[in-house]
């Protein structure tokens, strides 16, 4: 999909006339593995997504999910929440059919572009969801550290670090490379699960609204295109010269 336009500018509208930038308020948190939202896991690798690819080359999804197999890998062994994708082994290593949806999803809300560039529309979502990533701090930490490390490492040579790791489920205490292939590599299931307010997991679920999105997108040609017309003229006014 291509870039979208006044990306600086712009704000996803929320629930009650709230934006991503004016986040709805957090109410109660709930941390039930039930209750997970795979709008956090895109959220979060739409962020690793920019941090390992600043200069917006071409990104397949091989890389993709190298690097979520790593910051999950690091959480589980800090005792953090992790990605809730769960890897099996392929011919490249660790890979998840999960990474593959979300990845197709960024895409179709515009949020990444066909060749998995972060669009304008995707970088100014990350900046309004600043004080989500502060939110959660420590597995931000984890994101933006596998970004800087393994985001410039060329994909032939992430393949073979990542063959050389050992499997921390089914095939647990072998090397990656050396396991068979659709063994389970990594599973999140027993790991520690996201605290995540009910307000928040809305706003993220909001960003990947396929028809909430569209509609913004034809407001947004509208606008720059001025096919709209001013309230008084399609309404009227009341005698005091407020709309009615």
């Known amino acids: 999909m291509p870039d979208q ?13 709230t934006s991503l930038n004016q986040p709805m308020q957090p109410t109660e948190t709930s941390s039930s593995p039930e209750e997970y939202r795979p709008s956090f896991d ?30 999950s890998r690091l959480a589980l062994e800090s005792g953090l929440p992790a990605f809730r994708y769960r890897f099996i082994k392929d ?4 890979k998840s059919i999960s990474v593959y949806t979300d990845l197709a999803m960024l895409r179709a809300v515009g949020l990444t572009s066909q060749d998995g560039s972060v669009t304008t529309r995707g970088s100014a979502t990350l900046r309004a969801l600043e004080p989500f990533f502060e939110s959660q701090a420590e597995f931000t930490g ?14 032939h040579r992430l393949v073979d670090q990542v063959h050389r790791m050992e499997a921390r489920a089914g095939v647990s205490g072998m090397n990656i490379g050396e396991a068979p292939l659709g063994s389970l590599l990594l599973d999140p299931s027993a790991g520690a699960a996201f605290e995540l307010s009910e307000a928040w997991g809305e706003t993220l679920d909001l960003v990947y609204d ?34 009615r």
């Open 91 to 94: 011919r490249l290593g660790p």
């Open 142 to 155: 984890l994101v933006d550290r596998v970004a800087a490390s393994h985001g410039h490492v060329p994909r």
């Open 42 to 71: 895109r959220t979060f690798l739409l962020r690793l997504l920019a941090k390992a690819n600043p200069g917006g080359h071409h990104m397949g999804a091989v890389k993709p999910n190298k690097f979520t197999f790593l910051v």
């Open 210 to 243: 396929m028809e909430a999105q569209a509609s913004l997108r034809a407001s947004e040609e509208d606008v720059r295109f001025h096919r709209v017309r001013p309230f008084q003229t399609e309404f009227g006014s009341t005698s005091s010269g407020s709309p």
């Open 5 to 17: 336009p006044n990306g600086a500018d712009f704000q996803f509208g929320a629930p009650g006339g």
